[in-house]
Nanobody, 118 residues
């Protein structure tokens, strides 16, 4: 079992930046992949970015590529999402996720709200 705790959401103007953090408080040693998703009310949760925990190799959704960087600090069992040049359509609840396997996401954080004003 892995417990994920997110922080760093908030309100920012368009063009601004935010950094989200997600710490695995329990079970970090079981994580193979970690990532971020986001969800807008009435829409499905969508993939934003992920990385392999061991190597840090990232993957990004096309909608955020070039504006978002995912990274991790293995000593702190924390994965970060640095978001730059934010746009109003980035407004969503952002969820951290982790998994001990290559496919599927087994563990989720509680979500953190990101609101980008125009």
């Amino acid at each position: 079992q892995v417990q994920l705790v997110e922080s760093g959401g908030g309100l920012v103007q368009a063009g601004g930046s935010l950094r989200l953090s997600c710490t695995a408080s329990v079970g970090a040693g079981n994580v193979l992949v970690a990532g971020w998703f986001r969800q807008v009310p009435g829409k499905e949760r969508e993939f934003v970015a992920s990385l392999l925990w061991s190597s840090g190799k990232p993957a990004y959704a096309d909608s955020v590529k070039g504006r978002v960087t995912i990274s991790r600090d293995t000593a702190k069992a924390t994965v970060y999402l640095q978001m730059n040049n934010l746009r109003p359509d980035d407004t969503a609840v952002y969820y951290c996720a982790a998994s001990p396997r290559a496919t599927g996401w087994d563990y989720w954080g509680q979500g953190t709200q990101v609101t980008v004003s125009s």
